[in-house]
Nanobody, 120 residues
Framework: QVQLVESGGGMVHSGGSLRLSCVAS????????MSWVRQVPGKGPEWVSA????????DYADSVKGRFAISRDNDKNTLYLQMNTLKPDDTALYHC?????????????WGQGTQVTVSS
């Protein structure tokens, strides 16, 4: 079955960095675009970033542009999100998702997520 397992979250101070990873299994990872989506309790999910199958094209939400970088290693079935210059507003549960979901309904499977907490 499809599995997406995120890791790398944690607690950091404002200005710090984290690198999230998402290991995929149960499907042919290299044939799917992938995304990161984040969610704060009480708010709707927010698309963060997406990457095409070969990694040659990426997109970012305005709120993270210039600070976050999405990448993938198709040999390792792994998606990454490098997060720099973190702000308290970046605090959320970060999910990797299968698909290119600037429109959230275009991602058909999400992982359970990894928590990122940024203190001021």
């Amino acid at each position: 079955q499809v599995q997406l397992v995120e890791s790398g979250g944690g607690m950091v101070h404002s200005g710090g960095s984290l690198r999230l990873s998402c290991v995929a299994s149960g499907f042919t990872f290299s044939t799917y675009s992938m995304s990161w989506v984040r969610q704060v309790p009480g708010k709707g999910p927010e698309w963060v970033s997406a990457i095409t199958t070969g990694g040659h094209s990426t997109d970012y939400a305005d709120s993270v542009k210039g600070r976050f970088a999405i990448s993938r290693d198709n040999d390792k079935n792994t998606l990454y999100l490098q997060m720099n210059t973190l702000k308290p507003d970046d605090t959320a549960l970060y999910h990797c998702a299968r698909g290119y979901c600037m429109v959230l309904s275009e991602c058909d499977f999400w992982g359970q997520g990894t928590q990122v907490t940024v203190s001021s």
